[in-house]
C-alpha cells in the first residue's frame, strides 16, 4: 500500500525555534491533513487542506497544499514544550481511502 | 459530543484467544478503518469501509477480521491473536459526503494491546 514520505523522521530543537516538516507522494490527493499525535493518545486534527496552493494558517501553525498536489508542509513558529509529540501528514483522494505518512518526532527543548 | 469511541483502552491477552475491539462513532460517518501503531512504522492501515456491509482489506490485513452490519460501529476482531500482534490499535472515522471539507478522519483513543 502506498505509503506518504515524511521528513524529517525526527526533529530535536530549542524552545521558540521554528520547526519544518514535508510530506511527499508519488500520487496526486486532493485533500491534505496534518495531526498532532500526544504519547498513547489518537491522533488529533490540526489542519486540513483542500486546494492545491492553499495556505492555511492554526494560531503558530501554517500548513500548506503544494501546487502539484503531490506534496504538503507544516511549519510550527516560535516552538513550545506543549507542542512536543509526533506529527503525521496524510492525504486522500475523494471516494478513496486515506493514506498516512510515517511521522516526525519532534523534541522541544527548554 | 461527537466522538469515535474505542473498548477496551488496553487489554492483555493470550496466544489463541479470540478477542474483539469495538469501535462506536456518532457522527453518522460513512467512511471507517483501523490502524496499528508500532514504534518507527508509522499508521498502518489493516481494514477500512466506505459504509454497510463493504469493507477492504489496507496493507496489514493478516489476522485480523472486521465487519460493518451498522453504519456507527465497525469492530476489529482477532480469531486467533499472535504476540506479532501487540500494538497500539486506533479506529478512525470520516464522513465521505457534504464535500471535501468533511472529509477529515478523526480518530479513537487507542487500544493497546499486548498477546503473550
Known amino acids: 500500500g502506498q505509503q506518504l514520505n515524511q521528513s524529517p523522521q525526527s526533529m530535536f530543537i530549542q524552545e521558540g525555534e521554528d520547526v519544518s516538516m514535508n510530506c511527499t507522494s508519488s500520487?496526486?490527493?486532493?485533500?491534505w491533513l496534518w495531526y498532532k499525535q500526544d504519547p498513547g493518545e489518537g491522533p488529533v486534527l490540526l489542519i486540513a487542506l483542500y486546494k492545491a496552493g492553499e495556505l492555511t494558517s492554526n494560531g503558530r501553525l501554517t500548513a500548506q497544499f503544494g501546487i502539484t498536489r503531490k506534496d504538503s508542509f507544516l511549519n510550527i513558529s516560535a516552538s513550545i514544550p506543549s507542542d512536543v509529540g509526533i506529527y503525521f501528514c496524510a492525504g486522500h483522494r475523494t471516494g478513496n481511502q486515506f493514506y498516512f505518512g510515517t511521522g516526525t518526532s519532534l523534541t522541544v527543548i527548554p | 459530543e461527537a466522538q469515535v469511541t474505542q473498548n477496551p483502552r488496553y487489554l492483555i491477552t493470550v496466544t489463541g484467544k479470540k478477542l474483539t475491539v469495538t469501535c462506536s462513532q456518532n457522527m453518522n460517518h460513512e467512511y471507517m478503518s483501523w490502524y496499528r501503531q508500532d514504534p518507527g512504522l508509522g499508521l498502518r492501515q489493516i481494514y477500512y469501509?466506505?459504509?454497510?456491509?463493504?469493507?477492504d482489506k489496507g496493507d496489514v490485513p493478516e489476522g485480523y477480521k472486521v465487519s460493518r452490519k451498522e453504519k456507527r460501529n465497525f469492530p476489529l476482531i482477532l480469531e486467533s491473536p499472535s504476540p506479532n500482534q501487540t500494538s497500539l490499535y486506533f479506529c478512525a472515522s470520516s464522513s465521505l459526503t457534504g464535500g471535501r471539507s468533511n472529509e477529515k478522519l478523526f480518530f479513537g483513543s487507542g487500544t493497546q494491546l499486548s498477546v503473550l
Open positions: 500520487s496526486i490527493f486532493n485533500t
Open positions: 469501509s466506505m459504509n454497510v456491509e463493504v469493507t
